[in-house]
C-alpha cells in the first residue's frame, strides 16, 4: 500500500504536514482543494513518499558503540 505526506510549504519556508494519504489521486486532490482556498493560495503543496522508520526487532543485535581508549 502506498503512504504520502502532503506538506504546505508557507512563503516564510516553515513546513507542515497537511495529513498522511494511500494513493497519489487522494493527495492530488486535496492540494487542488487547498489551492482553491484563497487563505492559502501563497503555500506551497509537495506530495512525498512516507518514509518507515524501522525498529529493531525483539531480540536483534543492536549496534555497539566502539570502546573508548
Known amino acids: ?3 504520502l505526506y502532503v506538506n504546505e510549504i508557507r512563503r516564510d519556508g516553515e513546513v507542515s504536514t497537511v495529513g498522511l ?3 497519489r ?3 492530488e486532490k486535496i ?3 487547498l489551492g482553491d ?3 492559502r493560495s501563497a503555500c506551497r ?3 512525498v513518499q ?3 522508520h524501522l525498529l ?3 531480540g536483534a543485535p543492536r549496534a555497539q558503540t566502539a570502546p573508548e581508549e
Do not use: H, L, N, Q
Request: aromatic residues 12%; glycine residues 4%; hydrophobic residues 40%.
Open 45 to 47: 503543496y509537495e506530495i
Open 21 to 23: 494519504f494511500y494513493s
Open 37 to 39: 482556498i484563497p487563505e
Open 50 to 52: 512516507a518514509v518507515r
Open 1 to 3: 500500500m502506498e503512504k
Open 25 to 27: 489521486g487522494e493527495a
Open 56 to 58: 529493531p526487532e525483539k
Open 31 to 33: 492540494v487542488a482543494m
